[in-house]
């Protein structure tokens, strides 16, 4: 089973910090090729597209863009104008476990992993990383590994692979590591985090808010493991 | 639990006989509004697309055409003309069960519910149809029960609809039905099945090939209801 398959892995790739590191990991791992598969769906931080092709350049990665219809998107602080990305409103307590924020995007891990699916079924790959995380995270449900687990087996029952016998594989790497040993883990591995963009409201030229949750839990992260953030000194 | 939601659904639609049955379904159930979302994902019979509006417009509904990217499917007889699609050349008994068709396109019902998803939560819908038969069928893995209840409980776990109690609901009308008892079905509540289309392989005004594995379950279909196929009359 798998044999006739290829050893490459798609990793669905943001240009942030978390999918840089597990694009890290799974070249590491000896997975090749790699495919790093990014979205254009009408984020507002459409920034992060041309540092994500500058990171794969460096890599030396096949880097695709796929455009998902924005106006599936609504009710979202990330895409459109409507709503605010909140700032500095958060905390990561218990009280806030329930509490969704509106940076949260209908369906769009589901949308992100349902299109590498397709492709890699296309391509006869069996194996897709995806660099969620639920510890250092904010309150998404398409960040847990529950959600993960039930998705692979949807994926197995839905798919001529599956039925074949060669379910894709869904690898989530981060999803029990804290922020901090994220970062540790990548710089062990060579990551230049000065590359990645993890706001969601950045400058044009990538220039980090440090305000919103994510650039707050990018900045607790690196303060917990006692590194600077290369990001910050390149502006 | 779902009283602040709408009665709307949205219905997967291309214009072929299943998904127009499930439409009048639908709407003789009084889900109000209808919103029939079709996929342009590079099918060489896209002319199922424009067969799709008319049919939309003549039950003035609401109809959306959402853009998948083609280049994600590989391997299949539908999209791209390196494999034709076959003809003649499969039964329904159990011997080819296993058998899963060059037609059948990568992981594309988990990718066309996805988008459905996304756009449910972001118009704060609730349920979504869609015409999947595991009867008379050409032996497709996403056609399956147990993949919809997979799709379903997967989307529970990922969706902030979910998280909050109010899972968006797969509903499948049509899995344990003959295409006899769907045609019947459709033919009572007033579909005009001169409108749709089924062919893989239609010719420039619909016409359909008589020869594909979707022709020949609708005639045979059509044949078991004891009833004349419109369509057939129109050309």
Redesign the interface.
């Known amino acids: 089973m798998g044999e006739k398959r290829n050893k490459g892995a798609i990793v669905l790739f943001s240009g942030g910090l978390d999918s840089t590191t597990v694009t890290y990991m799974a070249r590491r791992q000896g997975y090749r090729p790699l495919i790093l598969l990014s979205f254009d769906y009408g984020q507002n931080h459409s920034i992060e597209l041309t540092l994500a092709k500058n990171i794969a350049g460096h890599l030396e990665c096949d880097h695709?863009i796929?455009?998902i219809?924005a106006?599936?998107?609504?009710?979202t602080a990330l895409v459109g104008n409507k709503i605010p990305v909140p700032i500095e409103n958060r905390t990561n307590d218990e009280s806030s476990e329930?509490a969704?924020p509106v940076t949260?995007v209908?369906?769009?891990?589901?949308?992100f992993l349902?299109?590498a699916?397709?492709?890699a079924?296309?391509?006869?790959m069996e194996h897709i990383f995806i660099g969620a995380n639920a510890v250092d995270y904010s309150g998404y449900?398409?960040c847990?590994p529950?959600?993960y687990r039930?998705?692979a087996?949807?994926?197995r029952?839905?798919?001529?692979a599956?039925?074949?016998g060669n379910p894709v594989r869904i690898h989530t790497p981060l999803i029990h590591m804290t922020k901090a040993q994220i970062i540790q883990t990548g710089v062990e591995l060579g990551v230049d985090y000065g590359l990645t963009s993890s706001c969601y409201q950045p400058g044009p030229e990538g220039q980090p808010c440090g305000k919103c949750d994510s650039c707050r839990y990018r900045a607790r992260g690196f303060k917990e493991a006692g590194i600077d953030d290369p990001l910050l000194s390149r502006f």
């Open positions: 695709r796929v455009k219809d106006s599936l998107f609504q009710n329930n969704i949260y209908p369906a769009r891990n589901i949308l349902s299109h699916l397709a492709l079924e296309s391509l006869e449900p398409d847990r529950e959600f039930a998705f087996e949807m994926a029952l839905g798919m001529k599956g039925m074949e």
